[in-house]
């Protein structure tokens, strides 16, 4: 009877889950995001993001596969993004400085009124 019912979705990413993504995504950037000759293969690729995945599962509401860590990866790198633009552009509520919300993105990325000073 329990194939019969309905899947269920995962529980959201608790707050320890997504640090620890972002610290080690951060940690092995180069591996996963470099282009170039000097790129990283699928399976070097594949193999960091297991290690990710061996990472955040102790501290996970419920197990985690590669293929959710990618996903949560992008949503967070997209929602940075746009807050961190509609901050730039004036529009959107009055919150946290745009240097707050720069969480992922580096100091070339970020917006010259956002960037934090050095």
């Given at each position: 009877m329990a194939e019969d019912s309905p899947k269920r979705r995962k529980a959201n990413f608790n707050e320890?889950?997504?640090e620890v993504?972002?610290?080690q995504v951060l940690k092995h950037?180069?591996?996963l995001f470099a282009a170039g000759p000097g790129?990283?293969?699928?399976?070097q690729k594949r193999k960091v993001w297991e290690l990710i995945r061996h990472k955040v599962n102790p501290v996970a509401a419920c197990p985690r596969d590669v293929e959710d860590l990618k996903k949560?990866?992008?949503d967070l790198k997209r929602r940075?993004?746009?807050k961190l633009c509609r901050l730039s552009q004036g529009s959107g509520p009055p919150g946290p400085p745009a240097a707050a919300l720069g969480l992922?993105?580096?100091p070339e990325e970020m917006p010259p009124a956002a960037a934090p000073p050095s």
């Open positions: 320890a889950e997504t993504l972002i610290e950037e180069q591996l790129r990283a293969s699928p399976g949560r990866w992008r940075d993004r746009s992922l993105l580096s």
